[in-house]
């Protein structure tokens, strides 16, 4: 069974809290508020209940799941859902311990400016349903392989997974930034050579500049 | 439009990467997406935090800018990050080692 989420409005973004994560941290008017999530998450126990018999570990839930259901392909996404919310309570946890170290360096504001140029910029490919897949192929650039990168460049994601998820006030472009940089003067002179090869995510060795890109 | 389509194609560049790294493809695509967020966001953070500390002024400045653009802005970044390239892969591959349990904070 799925652990569950708690959508927290926080400081102007949304942060999702999973049950196990120790602080959630809300920014404002350079005021850091740490918020203990035992507050968010007190229906999960109950004073009149034992709390061992009503929590069963993930790997039991999991095998609860299998039992029941006796549908190996729900044990498998059972499995999946467990790994996601495991990485994004170490997310969760890790990143608010770096979010005390830029407000200290950079002041509060200051992330908040960034994520807002970037939603900007980000927000509009995530609900328009054009595609990029012709001019990717006519400029002879590696097709992405994963369903989320296809997605994105199909202009397909907002139908996939709507709404969009609240903590989406993220800097995924900023990863995607630098990859292209690296990856467009290797395109470029592979196209000229005619030998463009692999997939996007494979490109890391390659350097240089490709002066068209320009995010507003 | 071809601005707006080589956006689009750096962001799926970026969930490309990221998604092989963590190796979740066969995950939802809502949960690919907030993970794939959660991860840009530790790697932005921690390139940022590789900035000399005495050039901290220098990035502030570099965001206060009018027009500001993320590309501007990261071309700041860039100059001011030691050896950028090699900072950014090692923050890449760290921060997929702490989603996977392998990495200790640091």
Redesign the interface.
């Given at each position: 069974m799925r652990l569950p989420r708690f959508d927290i409005p926080l400081g102007g973004d949304n942060h999702t809290i999973l049950p196990g994560a120790e602080t959630e941290l809300s920014v404002s008017d350079g005021t850091v508020v740490t918020e203990n999530d035992e507050h968010a998450l007190s229906t999960t126990e109950s004073p009149d209940i034992d709390p061992v018999s009503v929590e069963p570990s993930l790997e039991n839930s999991t095998d609860e799941v299998a039992r029941m259901s006796g549908n190996r392909e729900s044990v498998e996404l059972s499995g999946i859902e467990q790994k996601i919310d495991e990485m994004i309570l170490k997310a969760e946890k890790f990143g608010s311990e770096l979010e005390i170290r830029i407000v200290e360096r950079f002041g509060a504001e200051f992330m908040r400016k960034v994520r807002g140029m970037v939603e900007k910029s980000i927000s509009p490919h995530l609900k328009k349903g054009e595609s990029a897949f012709n001019w990717m192929e006519e400029h002879r650039i590696p097709l992405p392989k994963s369903r989320l990168a296809t997605a994105i460049v199909s202009g397909t994601l907002v139908s996939a997974s709507m709404p969009l998820p609240p903590p989406f006030g993220s800097l995924l472009l900023v990863p995607g930034v630098v990859l292209w940089s690296r990856n467009s003067a290797r395109w470029a002179a592979e196209r000229g050579a005619g030998t463009v090869e692999g997939d996007a995510s494979s490109l890391r060795e390659d350097e240089g500049d490709y002066p068209e890109l320009a995010i507003v | 439009m071809?601005?707006?389509?080589?956006?689009?194609?750096?962001?799926?560049?970026?969930?490309?990467?990221?998604?092989?790294l963590?190796g979740?493809?066969?995950?939802?695509?809502?949960?690919?997406?907030?993970?794939?967020?959660?991860?840009?966001?530790?790697?932005?953070?921690?390139l940022?935090?590789r900035v000399p500390?005495e050039r901290?002024e220098e990035?502030?400045q570099a965001?206060a800018v009018e027009g500001?653009?993320?590309?501007s802005?990261?071309d700041t970044i860039r100059t001011l990050v030691p050896d950028f390239?090699r900072a950014?892969?090692e923050e890449?591959e760290w921060t997929a080692a702490?989603?996977?349990?392998e990495a200790k904070?640091r």
């Open positions: - | 071809t601005n707006d389509i080589k956006e689009r194609i750096a962001l799926a560049m970026s969930a490309e990467k990221i998604v092989d963590l979740v493809d066969a995950a939802s695509l809502d949960d690919q997406l907030l993970l794939t967020g959660k991860f840009a966001d530790i790697v932005t953070k921690r940022l935090l500390e901290t990035v502030r965001l500001v653009t993320l590309e802005f990261l390239d950014f892969d890449m702490l989603f996977r349990g904070e």
